[in-house]
């Protein structure tokens, strides 16, 4: 795993250096523990903690005397939140194909698979960034029944597409900046530190994952919608013998029968009854596999009446009869 | 507070499992996408209201009730894992009677406006005990012990004895400590009860908001561990005194009893009762008084029975700007916000 990090082993760029710039390259190599290093010619402070496997949050304070540069490499690529406090940092790519410029009170979210890159982080004033690296399979996993909320190269990327780039930056609000403060300093109420870290690290994430959510859906529906939505959905599943019909999710909710099909689609990726097919589907092969329930008893459970609707049905989504699965997975228990 | 004895009406009892099913099962848990969330209501007859549960991530398992109940129940529970319970009794006062060695029951009990932290080893048995009428309404979080070990992240020396070990796996005796919710406590409980979000959101809103709440605890016990020092832990009868003294301070809060009076009462001197009060209630005597005086308000305003300044003046402020200052402070929302 690599990633930012402080060892910051000078490695004096002589090409940069004959231009009389003040410039320093520094390499930076991948490290797995919090590290406060400082250089002499940099004035910096880095932390790097990892909250939990495959998540991390790293802080870096830095007042440089002059222009620095950070090379880095990533590999495997995460996701990266970052959020930019003071200061002012320029990224541009190995091939100098992608230049972003970050200044305070950026925050921005990428992904860029194998990237290579220089961080160029100016002089003036002092440079404070937060950023949080996740695995996309985390986030992923986090997110779940939301993925469709997401946008959809977005969604791709947790969904394990590595080809993907993904970048998206805007103003932080006055919550994220708080958030970030708070992560940088925090004062005599952060104890057990770690723990703080964390907790105060998924305030932010939920802010982020709710701003891509009205990124995506923003402009065709509005956030009460969306939350009715949602609300439309558990109902739908909630009970899989009886589900409600799209009028009564309509009349339920307040939404027409229109606003509600096209907010699936958007949203879930799937259509009303696509959605609670699925759903049974799923529910049907986790019976198979957590209770020695048959075929038409496992049917009956997820709402078919027809054992032959419901072999018709799950033989289309798997691409098995229900009784070759329940053969095919041994009962875990 | 009715004691046992004066119970008259029949008693509900039952089994955790058939509530809770393998959901306390925190190792096992791996996979929450099987089983994130599951709410029961009681049945009408005996009472209403819900009880949700939610594995946050294996390990962590929120519970939240709120219920009022036409009979007593007794819940009964054997440990299947090792586990830290921080219970945020936000309202409504449960026991927690538990199996002791020398054959006889040690009570805990989760009582309006505190919270306590309790640890639990594998194996052992105990019983809720939940009375009807009044309502119940809680945060219950259970953690497994090493989850909470890496969190402590090796910032031992500041916690009690008794909870490094349990951290570290030594412990074998269950353990308990009870203390006054404070503010941001407060905060993040109405933060949780009130979950803005829906699905995914609401699963890291929930899960971010209860490992601040479990950080608040640590902070917590780490408070009423300085406080006590060098002094040797406090004896059994000196507890059991000092939750005699708690309750007659609370039992009529217009006119409680001076500190004298009360320390009499329990047969002890004013310096250890004070003392006393800090390290087991983690405040002065006076000041659990003024606390128990919000949480009293804060009751009679939830239920609508009074309207601000009459709550006010029922619990023993003159001045209905006064109340709502030290309640916005306590609590962290206006007294006028309780009564929609």
């Known amino acids: 795993m690599k990633l930012l990090s402080p060892r910051i082993s000078s490695r004096g760029h002589a090409g940069e250096k004959e231009k009389g710039r003040k410039e320093k390259i520094y390499h930076i190599r991948c490290l797995s523990q919090d590290i406060v290093s400082s250089d002499s010619c940099i004035d910096n402070t880095w932390r790097q903690t990892e909250l939990r496997p495959r998540m991390w949050v790293s802080m870096l304070e830095s007042s440089p005397k002059g222009t620095v540069s950070l090379q880095y490499q990533k590999d495997p690529a995460m996701i990266d939140f970052g959020f930019v406090l003071s200061g002012r940092v320029n990224h541009r790519s190995d091939n100098k194909k992608n230049t972003m410029e970050a200044g305070r009170g950026f925050a921005g979210i990428g992904y860029f698979p194998g990237r290579k890159g220089v961080a160029e982080i100016s002089g003036k004033g002092t440079l404070r960034v937060l950023h949080l690296h996740m695995n996309p399979e985390l986030l992923c996993n986090m997110l779940q029944e939301d993925l469709g909320a997401m946008p959809p190269d977005f969604r791709d990327i947790m969904e394990g597409d590595t080809r993907k780039i993904f970048l998206s930056g805007r103003n932080m609000c006055a919550i994220t900046r708080t958030v970030v403060s708070e992560l940088f300093d925090p004062g005599p109420s952060g104890f057990p530190k770690r723990l703080y870290l964390e907790y105060k690290t998924m305030e932010l994430l939920n802010l982020q994952i709710m701003h891509l959510m009205s990124q995506e859906n923003g402009c065709r529906l509005s956030s009460s919608e969306r939350s009715r939505i949602i609300e439309a959905r558990d109902m739908l599943l909630k009970d899989l013998s009886d589900p409600p019909t799209l009028n009564d999710l309509s009349r339920n909710f307040s939404l027409s029968r229109n606003k509600l099909q096209f907010g699936f689609r958007v949203m879930f990726n799937n259509s009303v009854f696509g959605c609670l097919r699925e759903h049974k589907m799923q529910t049907a092969c986790h019976l198979f596999k957590t209770t020695d329930m048959n075929v038409s008893q496992v049917a009956w459970e997820t709402g078919y009446v027809n054992v032959s609707q419901f072999t018709k049905a799950f033989k289309k989504r798997f691409g098995l009869l229900p009784n070759q699965y329940r053969q095919s997975v041994p009962l875990s228990h | ?340």
């Open chain 2, 1 to 340: 507070m009715p004691s046992e004895e004066t119970m008259c009406q029949e008693t509900t009892r039952i089994e955790a499992k058939k509530i809770f099913g393998d959901i306390f099962n925190l190792s096992e848990s791996r996979n929450n996408r099987d089983n994130p969330e599951k709410c029961l209501e009681w049945p009408e007859e005996i009472g209403n209201g819900f009880i949700s549960m939610i594995t946050l991530r294996p390990g962590i398992f929120l519970e939240i009730g709120n219920f009022r109940l036409r009979e007593h129940i007794t819940i009964s529970f054997k440990q299947a894992h090792n586990s830290v319970s921080l219970v945020f009794s936000i309202s409504g006062s449960i026991r927690r009677a538990l199996d002791s060695e020398k054959g006889r029951y040690e009570y805990w009990s989760y009582t309006q406006g505190h919270s306590t932290i309790g640890y639990l080893p594998k194996h052992q048995q105990s019983i809720i005990k939940s009375s009807a009428g009044s309502r119940a309404y809680y945060v219950h979080i259970t953690i497994d012990p090493l989850l909470l070990n890496s969190f402590m992240d090796g910032q031992y020396d500041q916690i009690p004895v008794a909870l490094r070990n349990i951290v570290n796996g030594a412990a074998e005796q269950y353990f308990y400590q009870e203390s006054l919710m404070n503010p941001s406590v407060n905060m993040a409980i109405h933060q949780i009860i009130n979950c803005p979000y829906q699905s995914s959101l609401k699963r890291l809103f929930l899960e971010g908001k209860v490992l601040e709440l479990i950080s608040y605890s640590m902070a917590q016990s780490v408070s009423l561990g300085s406080v006590s020092g060098k002094n040797a832990e406090l004896r059994p009868d000196d507890i059991e005194r000092l939750v005699e003294a708690r309750d007659i301070l609370i039992h009529d809060l217009e006119n409680p009893p001076s500190l004298l009076e009360l320390a009499r009462q329990v047969g002890t001197n004013k310096t250890t009762l004070n003392k006393g009060f800090r390290q087991l209630f983690g405040t002065s005597a006076f000041d659990y008084l003024r606390i128990c005086r919000l949480e009293r308000a804060r009751e009679l305003l939830d239920n609508k029975i009074m309207n601000v300044t009459e709550a006010a003046y029922s619990v023993g402020y003159s001045q209905h700007s006064s109340f709502t200052k030290a309640f916005k402070k306590h609590f962290g929302t206006n007294p006028k916000d309780h009564l929609h």
